[in-house]
Structure formats: structure tokens, C-alpha cells
């Protein structure tokens, strides 16, 4: 019984982290889906990144966005910044990982481009420095968090979203942000192809 009394208590713990989140953010995740809608009608794009796990569901959103969610419709503009092993080693050596998306947002980021970053703690230099970086291309950034927010909390303007799941442990985190990025593009689908659930 060890074995499953541990499997139900994750289900149950991050359950109950999705409840609290849901509870305190639907109408953040819902001005997130309006800001995604207001850049890509305007022929904007995406951005977005995350370090270690953060980089992988940063990863499936792009994914999401170029290919598709539930239904056929025509991709989307969106890169990861987390996804060219290249690029971050070559930024790495040459500079530190601090830079390594700050400087691929100061090449390809425009105005009107919107900064997605995935942080369960928020206080990797690298985000921090990615937040910088996108506010100097006047980009409007959306921020998935856990925990406090740590530092990248306070570099966000009064218009942008930060969707902070209230957790301490990364992996309930992720298990949350998951759930808020599949919402996101629900809401980005709904508004502009009308996709039924």
C-alpha cells in the first residue's frame, strides 16, 4: 500500500494546487489569453523560455502554437528560446548563461512581441536579465512563477500578467503551469478559430 498511498498523494497534492490556482487566476489567465490574442492579430509573435523543466514546457507550447491543439488551424508565430543547443552554448561560453536569452530577445524580439518566461521560483538570472531584455524591445511579457515570484515578481509593469502558482515544490509548480499553457491555448484557439471543447 506505500506505493499507492504515495501515487494518490501527488494526485491529490497537485490537484489541490490547480484548485488554489484556478481559484485565484482565471481572470489573470484570461487577460494572458487576451494579450496572446492582441499579438498574434497584430501580426506579432511569441517568445518564450524556461531553464530545466521550465524549458521543456516551454518547449510543448511552441509546439502547440506551430502545429496545432485539438483542431487543424494554420500555425502560429511563437519560438523557443530554450530550444537551440548551439545557440545557449555558444552564448554561454562566449558571455554566461545569465545572457543566454536576453541576448537572442535583443536579436529577434520587436515591438509588439510578446515574452512568455517559465521560472517555478523566479529567481534565475537568466529570467531576470530575459524580462530586462524584452521591456528594452517593448514587449509585453507574460510570466508563469511559483512560489514568492522571487525576483522576477517585481520587474513586471501594471499591464503585464504574472500567474504565480502558490507551491513550493518545482514539480507541483510545473504540473500547474502545464495546465495554465493548455488553457492558454484554448483561449488563443477559441478567439480566433471559434474551437469548441
Request: glycine letters at 6%.
Amino acid at each position: 500500500m506505500e506505493l499507492e498511498d504515495r501515487i494518490v498523494s501527488q494526485f491529490h497534492n497537485s490537484m489541490e494546487v490547480n484548485a488554489v490556482t484556478i481559484e485565484q487566476y482565471t481572470p489573470m489567465i484570461a487577460h494572458a489569453g487576451e494579450l496572446l490574442l492582441h499579438c498574434l492579430v497584430t501580426e506579432a509573435k511569441v517568445l518564450t523560455c524556461g531553464n530545466g523543466a521550465s524549458a521543456s514546457l516551454a518547449q510543448h507550447f511552441c509546439s502547440l502554437m506551430l502545429n496545432r491543439f485539438r483542431q487543424e488551424r494554420p500555425g502560429l508565430p511563437a519560438i523557443c528560446l530554450n530550444a537551440d543547443a548551439h545557440t545557449l552554448s555558444g552564448i554561454s561560453e562566449d558571455s554566461s548563461f545569465s545572457d543566454v536569452y536576453a541576448k537572442q530577445i535583443r536579436a529577434l524580439g520587436q515591438p509588439g512581441d510578446l515574452f512568455l518566461v517559465l521560472s517555478p521560483h523566479g529567481r534565475s538570472n537568466s529570467m531576470v536579465q530575459a524580462i530586462q531584455a524584452a521591456h528594452d524591445r517593448e514587449m509585453i511579457v507574460i510570466a508563469l512563477t511559483g512560489n514568492d515570484g522571487g525576483d522576477m515578481t517585481a520587474l513586471l509593469g501594471p499591464d503585464e500578467v504574472e500567474i504565480c502558482v502558490p507551491a513550493e515544490d518545482p514539480i507541483l509548480v510545473h504540473d500547474a503551469h502545464l495546465l495554465v499553457l493548455h488553457s492558454l491555448c484554448d483561449l488563443v484557439d477559441f478567439q480566433l478559430f471559434g474551437s469548441e471543447l
